[in-house]
């Protein structure tokens, strides 16, 4: 797989958009732009996207590595779940408990974190009795961490989908587990690597060989992305993944501060150039040495090595595998210019974007900066590439991020002079989660498409109910089934699909032991199918991209409980 890859890999017949290295200038910091300018060309976007891409559509997979707690994500509030959920996670002595790592109602109230609620209430698999109401009829609350996750379910952009895990078939049950034939269970449960690359293929019962992002793009590209100029369908702004592996199609990989240009021409290649506006072949040509009138390139020694280096990419190879050699680097020069362009839009031309005052705003008063954090960078990077889709004139694209860190054996509620800390463990990782998820929303609803996006979370595993010790210094460990979240414009939001688990340890649900490892009751295979419909995918090819989805009950059913999105989008 090449990670440098743009839609049209063959770079050896040059077009209209080759090599536009300097048309990124003004998000490079070239061409000095003011901060109103950015603002109105930003506008012009959003109007421009309104009116003629209504068939606009991003996907953006959030890869929560190393298994989160789920358990501790969605929180039963009263009734019989909350009895549980506290007798099994144990409550911290910090809130006058016997040690653990359940929420305490306290932490919840305090930082208003109830989810209001649920319309219609029948969502919930255990409404009676099980799942009881408080006093103001709330049922479930997110993480005090997670306080821009209630807002946004509150006001219908999010939904949570219980109980999703990578499964072979349905029916799998604590008394049938040990017996069941090892092509019956999902093979090397609790693993990271083996349950990371299964949540991303959806086929655990196969050796790997494509993930369910990589069989959207392979199916859909052709039909929504028709500009041969355009960019990857698929972008990874956190490295190589196995969802977007592909059979045709691949992602070009990128880091959360854009893309990377060759070394010792200075930014954008102005150390070598003279103009950035002509191109090399289609507006200068890159066989006239420095020294020759009408040439682009300086005249000193980045100059030459610059016109040296463009005449090879420019040269005819009678080799092939010299021509594909050069042709990645060519290509990856070509697609400097071309995300360089698109982030231009979002430039505010005074080294910052004008993107950047919604994920400031989404991180205030959390301890985090929203400009420096790995992970906002990273869902700001995705916001500016969607806000700048006019010039990567995709139709369809799927992006990746990832926030490690959830792998929490220990200390997952860290505590300092009896009160729990809310700047490392858990609550630190789920903070940050909810406020670029904040700042995601608010960034791609300000240039209009927030209609036109789903995100939605995966994760390797949930973890154990029941702590592995009770002190500050305990955590859980690999589980199975856990919550997921969907977040858009046209997501069903204010709602729970799926089937709340019942949180009976040593029986139930409760795979083996006394855990609390959470047989699934959604697989990955129906979750993702629902997204795939709304993307784009017709009931006719469903099944090539899910193969094992004819297995289960039949997620687009009201059997399947898994309504969360109006396809009318």
Known sequence: MNPFIRKTPDRSKPNRRDFMVQSGCASLGITSVVNTLAHLKLMGTAAAQGAGTGDYKALICIFLNGGTDTNNLLIPLAGGARTQYESGRGVPTYAGGNGGIAIPLADIVSAGTQLAPINPVSEYEYTSGYLGADGNGNRLAVHPGGIHLKTLFDNEELAFISNVGVLTQPNVTRANFTSLPPSQKPPQLFSHSDQQRQWQSSIPDKPFTSGWGGRLADILDSTHNTDEDALAMMVSISGLNSFQVGTQQQPYVMGAAGVT?????????????????????????????????????????????????????????????????????????????????????????????????????????????????????????????????SVLNNKRQIFFVQLGGWDTHVSQIPVLNNVARTDQGYHRLLLGLSCAIKGLRDSVASVGLWDNVMAFTASDFTRTFTPNKTDATGGSDHGWGGHMMVMGGKVKGKRVFGQFPNLTTNGGIDVQGNRGRWIPSTSVDQYASVIAKWFGVDSGQIGTIFPNLSRFTDPFSPAGKLDFVDYSA
């Open 261 to 389: 240009t060759l070394s010792g021409y200075g930014t954008n290649y102005t150390n070598g150039l003279l103009s950035l506006t002509p191109k090399p072949f289609s507006g200068y040509d890159p066989f006239k040495a420095p020294n020759v009138a009408g040439t682009n390139y300086k005249n000193t020694s980045n100059g030459w090595r610059l016109a040296a280096l463009e005449q090879m990419l420019g040269m005819s190879h009678a080799s092939l595998f010299d021509e594909a050699y050069i042709n990645v680097s060519k290509n990856a020069r070509v697609t400097e210019g071309l995300i360089g362009q698109a982030l231009s839009i979002t430039d505010n031309g005074e080294g910052g974007t004008t993107l950047d005052e919604h994920f400031i705003s989404a991180y205030e008063g959390s301890g985090i900066n929203g400009l420096t954090d790995g992970f906002a960078q990273q869902m700001r990077m995705v916001s500016r590439l969607i806000a700048g889709n």
